[in-house]
């Protein structure tokens, strides 16, 4: 099991550029989300998804896109980045949505993102 | 909305002494559960601890344990005969115990920066 993994580590954009974070987990988790974590401020829920076809806004979407074709695949994207953009993001996943000892989160090594 | 307050910026701690991280919450749902998550420097999250608000008593994870104090919306993380490895950046974090997906929304609070000393 490779867990949930994301890719770039690094990315580097200038603004109004646009692109991907990948987020892929080998789980079979239903629950797939994206969080963005800046200095002082801990980490805020962008969107999630509850299962495949099935997205939702969380507390800080403004900017960011999603879909999730497959149970596997959360991608996040950036349509037009901007310098408020800049942070570090983790997608992470649960078995079920459902409160109990299977919701545990499990986190992705995160992205470090830089918009110029 | 919840909230998650955690007013220790900082803390610093020798080897093999006892550290308390404190964490305060704001909920109206009676069902919910806390967590304690460690964040070292290599930036990955890693579940501490976790606690179900409907019982009483306090979880306990080797040298981890948390005070949680329902009525005064509190949830402290102690930490036993610390040790270097444990300096870290941790978060408390609440997610409520419904069965329409926020369950596993995560409410973060700051962070608490964990130094230990020789």
């Known amino acids: 099991n490779a867990g949930v993994t994301q890719t770039p580590k690094f990315q580097v954009l200038k603004t109004g550029q646009s692109m991907t974070l990948q987020c892929a987990q080998d789980?079979?988790?239903?629950?797939m989300s994206w969080y963005r974590q800046d200095p002082g401020m801990g980490l805020r829920l962008i969107h999630y998804?509850?299962?495949?076809?099935?997205?939702d806004q969380g507390e800080v979407p403004n900017g960011y896109n999603v879909s999730r074709s497959t149970t596997e695949d959360f991608p996040l994207r950036l349509l037009s980045a901007a310098p408020s953009q800049t942070s570090v993001y983790f997608c992470?996943?649960?078995?079920?949505?459902?409160?109990?000892?299977?919701?545990?989160?499990?986190f992705g090594p995160g992205t470090r993102l830089t918009v110029l | 909305a919840q909230t998650v307050t955690q007013s220790q910026p900082e803390m610093s701690v020798q080897e093999a002494e006892t550290v308390t991280l404190s964490c305060t919450y704001d909920t109206s749902e009676s069902d919910y559960y806390l967590f304690w998550y460690k964040q070292p420097p290599s930036r990955q999250m890693i579940l501490v601890i976790r606690?179900?608000?409907?019982?009483?008593q306090n979880a306990t994870e080797n040298r981890f344990s948390v005070n949680f104090q329902k009525a005064a919306k509190s949830f402290s993380l102690k930490i036993s005969d610390s040790q270097l490895g444990d300096a870290a950046m941790y978060f408390c974090?609440?997610?409520?115990?419904?069965?329409?997906?926020?369950?596993?929304?995560?409410?973060f609070g700051t962070g608490t920066r964990l130094q230990v000393t020789l």
């Open positions: 998804s509850v299962g495949a076809g099935i997205t």
């Open positions: 974090a609440y997610s409520g115990g419904g069965i329409t997906g926020t369950a596993s929304k995560l409410t």
């Open positions: 606690q179900e608000a409907y019982k009483q």
């Open positions: 789980m079979n988790h239903e629950y």
């Open positions: 992470a996943s649960s078995y079920t949505i459902l409160a109990g000892l299977y919701n545990e989160q499990f």
